[in-house]
T-cell receptor, first 114, second 116 residues
Framework: AQSVTQPDIHITVSEGASLELRCNYS??????LFWYVQSPGQGLQLLLK??????LVQGIKGFEAEFKRSQSSFNLRKPSVHWSDAAEYFC????????????FGSGTRLSIRP | NAGVTQTPKFRVLKTGQSMTLLCAQD?????MYWYRQDPGMGLRLIHY???????AKGEVPDGYNVSRLKKQNFLLGLESAAPSQTSVYFC???????????????FGEGSRLTVL
C-alpha cells in the first residue's frame, strides 16, 4: 500500500537559517507528489507539486523540493526561513494509476527561533 | 468566490448523538474528500467521491457515512458519535485528474468536533 513518511515531528530553526523537511514515499508506480502548508486554525494550502520533468520544483513563498526516485524522497527546502514560515507542513502522494486517492504524511511542525 | 465551505465550524456532541457535516464547493469539482486530522497522525482519508452519486471508503471509514447527491455537496454523517471521533475534519475538492491539470486539492477551513 502506498504511504508517506515524514520522519521529523517537530523542527526548530533560527530565522534566516536554511531549512530542509524530509519526506519519503512508498509507491511502486510513478507518484504525483505535493507539499502543503497549514497555518494554525487554517486549512491546507498547496506549496508545490511534482508530476514529471525537472526533478527540482519551485513553489510559493520561496520553497523548493527535489524529487529523488532512487531514494524515494521529496524533501522540501528553503534557503532562508522567515518567522512567518512557522506552520505545519504535510507531504502527500497521489497514485498515477488511481488519481482519486491522496495520502498524506503525518506532518512536520516548524518553529522559528528569533 | 467562496471555494470550499464547511458547516458547522464547531460542534460539541454527547456520545451516541448523530450529526452531519456539510461541505459545499463552488468550483464545479468532480472529486471531493473528507479527512480527519489528529495530533501526530496527519490527515487520514475517511471517504471520498469521484462524482455525483458515487462514494468510496478511505483509510478510516468506520463510524462514518457519506452522501454525494449533488455535485457541489459532500455530506459526512456520524450516526452514533463516539469520543474517538473527536477531531478536526477537513473537506477538500479537486477537478477530475487528466493530463492538463495539477490535481491540486482545495481545502475548507475545517470543522472541530468534540464528542463528550
Amino acid at each position: 500500500a502506498q504511504s508517506v513518511t515524514q520522519p521529523d515531528i517537530h523542527i526548530t530553526v533560527s530565522e534566516g537559517a536554511s531549512l530542509e523537511l524530509r519526506c519519503n514515499y512508498s509507491y511502486g508506480a510513478t507518484p504525483y507528489l505535493f507539499w502543503y502548508v497549514q497555518s494554525p486554525g487554517q486549512g491546507l494550502q498547496l506549496l508545490l507539486k511534482y508530476f514529471s520533468g525537472d526533478t527540482l520544483v519551485q513553489g510559493i513563498k520561496g520553497f523548493e523540493a527535489e524529487f529523488k526516485r532512487s531514494q524515494s524522497s521529496f524533501n522540501l527546502r528553503k534557503p532562508s526561513v522567515h518567522w512567518s514560515d512557522a506552520a505545519e507542513y504535510f507531504c502527500a502522494v497521489v497514485s498515477y494509476s488511481s488519481a482519486s486517492k491522496i495520502i498524506f504524511g503525518s506532518g512536520t511542525r516548524l518553529s522559528i527561533r528569533p | 468566490n467562496a471555494g470550499v465551505t464547511q458547516t458547522p465550524k464547531f460542534r460539541v456532541l454527547k456520545t451516541g448523538q448523530s450529526m452531519t457535516l456539510l461541505c459545499a464547493q463552488d468550483m464545479n469539482h468532480e472529486y471531493m474528500y473528507w479527512y480527519r486530522q489528529d495530533p501526530g497522525m496527519g490527515l487520514r482519508l475517511i471517504h471520498y467521491s469521484v462524482g455525483e452519486g458515487t462514494t468510496a471508503k478511505g483509510e478510516v471509514p468506520d463510524g462514518y457515512n457519506v452522501s454525494r447527491l449533488k455535485k457541489q455537496n459532500f455530506l459526512l454523517g456520524l450516526e452514533s458519535a463516539a469520543p474517538s471521533q473527536t477531531s478536526v475534519y477537513f473537506c477538500a475538492s479537486k477537478i477530475r485528474p487528466g493530463t492538463d491539470n495539477t490535481g491540486e486539492l482545495f481545502f475548507g477551513e475545517g470543522s472541530r468536533l468534540t464528542v463528550l
